[in-house]
């Protein structure tokens, strides 16, 4: 039915991101705004067919939240009167000539580690020193590199795997559907060091014998398309892909983008192939694993963007420059999207072993009531845990935080993810298609007070359910936000007027 009713869209199509760093920031008093210069609610176009105003989730500009996204072009930092005059420019065509407000590129970025990479350093070392594709995988196997996309399995491994597994087509994904509410680490690789990621699939398509790369981004980052195919077009000319690539007769290696259509579930490695292969994005039963059977059923590698870019430092530098900096199970650093209720947002590069207390001192965000660690499907932090340590020992997490001060409403956070969640279901399990319906229900009810503590009981109890009857990480993760805040904030809830059972 939703694709079916699709109703027309105006010429300009405002998407206002309603994560909850925006939600924080003001996003509703900018939506207030919009309704009332276009006289319209969200969901709806405007009669002259010229605007279109929509929620979306996170667009990944937390930093500089409120931000929305006006077509294609973003606008950040935004405030009543700035979303006013921008609806003005529109109406009077100035739109396409008037910059974007905030800047989406620039956060830290000159100090991350990738900033010193010297370009092509490890497919350089990578002729100099003769490496075989086992030597590459070996490399990254040493270097204990694990996924950054959240999951954290290790890369070397998978690389070897997909090396040898039976198959005369071969594919490295990267996956750019970077949907996770908070996170914004990708788009920024992507706009500084996007060299860097391609260079890390082609060294993983010499590792495992692959022909045809695929980046596959995320809809809302389309304004970084003209970039990445023009750093393509120049790797092209310098034959860093092709045919015959790096001086190896019968090399032959090249990357495509792939446009997402905005589905969150696509960030999972089997949906995001079935969506690649022109279906539904839906995530498939696991095994076959898509190292054996991936995109078309041939063998598959799909990294995230933190990951290519990171197996590049490595070979440029080697194993022991990583394996020096981290913790003994956690090697090397970690790039985290830090937002909300902080005084210093943005994407900042940390070895592992941090404890959340010094990264709140770092972002100034010290006296936070909370902390969401590894974003909506990650774990709630609360204050009297912030001694716990980011890395596979504990906070094993993907890349986002979310800082919640205090006198942050824990149910509205609850409220806010739920949601989310319900929005980006793909609707195959039941226990996440309806289970998250009636737990926002739930939530409702106890926003008002008008739950009793029965009915709280049988929530979490529906929310243990959900976990263990949904397919993917999203179902599995949506209900660890009810859990944790009646785990962590339960006085907070019962503060509230309760009915007795
Ligand atoms: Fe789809 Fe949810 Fe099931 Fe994942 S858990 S496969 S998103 S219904």
């Not at 270097?143 to 594919?171: C, H, I, M, Q």
């Not at 660690?373 to 990650?378: A, E, Q």
Request: hydrophobic share 35%; net charge neutral.
């Amino acid at each position: 039915f939703h694709f079916i009713n699709k109703k027309p869209k105006g010429k300009f199509i405002i998407r206002l991101s309603r994560d909850m760093s925006s939600i924080m920031k003001g996003a509703k008093s900018v939506a207030r705004q919009l309704r009332n210069d276009l006289g319209i609610r969200m969901g709806e176009t405007t009669p002259d067919g010229m605007f279109t105003l929509e929620w979306t989730s996170c667009i990944g500009m937390n930093y500089q939240a409120p931000a929305m996204m006006v077509n294609n072009e973003v606008f950040s930092n935004l405030t009543p009167p700035k979303v006013h005059r921008i609806i003005e420019d529109c109406r009077q065509e100035l739109y396409a000539h008037r910059p974007t407000v905030g800047n989406v590129g620039e956060t830290h970025a000159s100090t991350l580690s990738y900033a010193s990479h010297e370009p092509n350093a490890a497919l350089n070392r990578l002729v100099q020193q003769r490496m075989s594709p086992a030597d590459v995988s070996g490399e990254l196997t040493v270097s204990g590199l694990k996924g950054r996309g959240g999951a954290g399995f290790p890369t070397g491994v998978k690389w070897n795997l997909a090396s040898k597994a039976e198959g005369d087509v071969k594919y490295i994904i990267c996956n750019a559907d970077e949907g996770e509410p908070g996170t914004f680490k990708d788009r920024i690789i992507l706009g500084k060091y996007a060299d860097l990621v391609f260079e890390g699939m082609t060294l993983a398509a010499y590792a495992v014998g692959a022909t045809e790369g695929i980046v596959y981004l995320r809809y809302e980052y389309t304004h970084l398309r003209p970039h990445l195919e023009t750093i393509l077009a120049a790797r092209r000319k310098a034959n860093l892909l092709g045919e015959n690539i790096l001086g190896k007769p019968g090399f032959c290696f090249d990357i495509r983008i792939h446009m997402g259509a905005g589905a969150y579930v696509c960030g999972e490695e089997t949906a995001l192939i079935e969506s690649l292969e022109g279906r539904r994005g839906e995530p498939r039963n696991r095994p076959p694993y898509p190292v054996e059977k991936g995109f078309l059923g041939r063998p598959t590698v799909v990294n995230n963007v933190e990951t290519l870019a990171t197996a590049s430092c490595i070979v440029a530098r080697g194993a022991k420059w990583f394996t020096s900096i981290g913790t003994e199970r956690s090697k090397g650093f970690k790039l985290f999207s830090v937002s909300g209720d902080c005084a210093r947002p943005g994407v900042y590069e940390l070895p592992w072993g941090m404890t959340v207390q010094q990264l709140l001192e770092l972002v100034d965000g010290q006296g936070a009531k909370a902390v969401q660690v590894g974003g909506y499907t990650g774990e709630l932090v609360p204050a009297s845990q912030f001694d716990r340590v980011m890395g596979y020992e504990d906070l094993g997490i993907g890349g986002s935080i979310i800082v919640y001060g205090q006198g942050r409403e824990m149910l509205e956070v609850a409220e806010n993810y739920l949601e989310f969640f319900i929005e980006e279901s793909c609707g195959q399990c039941t226990g996440c298609r309806i289970g998250n319906t009636k737990l926002l229900d739930g939530v409702r009810l106890l926003q008002k007070g008008t739950c009793s503590n029965r009915y709280l009981n049988d929530l979490i109890g529906l929310s243990h359910s959900i976990k263990t009857t949904s397919k993917c990480g999203l179902g599995q993760a949506s209900p660890n936000i009810f859990i944790a805040i009646n785990e962590h904030f339960k006085e907070e809830i019962m503060a509230r007027p309760v009915l007795a059972a």
